[in-house]
């Protein structure tokens, strides 16, 4: 049985937008598989430089400074969508190149990687979006004095 490929889905909505797509993955030749780490935020990720763009890992730079921030890599992927951020897919030579420096976990077979500036971007939706600690129930404190 042979799947039919992808295409793009198109909403009615709009009829310039894609609803769906799969993004094809960086071309695997060797200047793109060039492995740096680069400091970020005071710590070192893996990055790689793609058409003269410098994409870090996203899930490195998840572990390092969101995870703290977000439910999981599940939300951050809501946020890239609603913040129409698109991240790069890591080809095959490059999940073994991340795989290989620890960046991604030992059976992780896929990757993404993102902007500097797409990252930015990203962190200040997670820290801007967070309520302080505690506001809950500083405000049912408010709402429901205790009767003494």
């Keep these: 049985n042979v799947l039919p490929p992808t295409f793009p889905v198109f909403s009615s909505r709009s009829s310039h937008k894609p609803v769906y ?27 790689f430089t793609v058409d003269g763009c410098e994409l870090i890992c996203l899930p490195q730079a998840f572990d390092l400074f969101l995870k703290h921030l977000v439910g999981g890599l ?3 992927y ?3 969508k609603r913040l129409e951020i ?8 490059q999940v073994r190149i991340l795989r290989g420096l620890g960046a991604i976990q030992p059976g992780v077979n896929r990757c993404k990687l ?10 200040n939706d ?20 205790a009767v003494g």
Excluded: W
């Design 21 to 47: 797509s799969t993004p094809s993955p960086v071309e695997n030749i060797p200047q793109n598989n060039e492995c740096k780490m680069v400091e970020l935020r005071g710590a070192k990720v893996a990055s």
């Design 86 to 93: 698109t991240p790069v897919v890591c080809n095959v030579e």
């Design 74 to 76: 599940h939300t951050v």
């Design 114 to 123: 993102i902007s500097r500036k797409d990252f930015e971007t990203l962190y």
């Design 126 to 145: 997670c820290t801007n979006a967070r309520s302080p600690p505690c506001s809950s129930y500083l405000f049912s404190l408010f709402i429901f004095p």
């Design 78 to 80: 809501t946020k890239l």
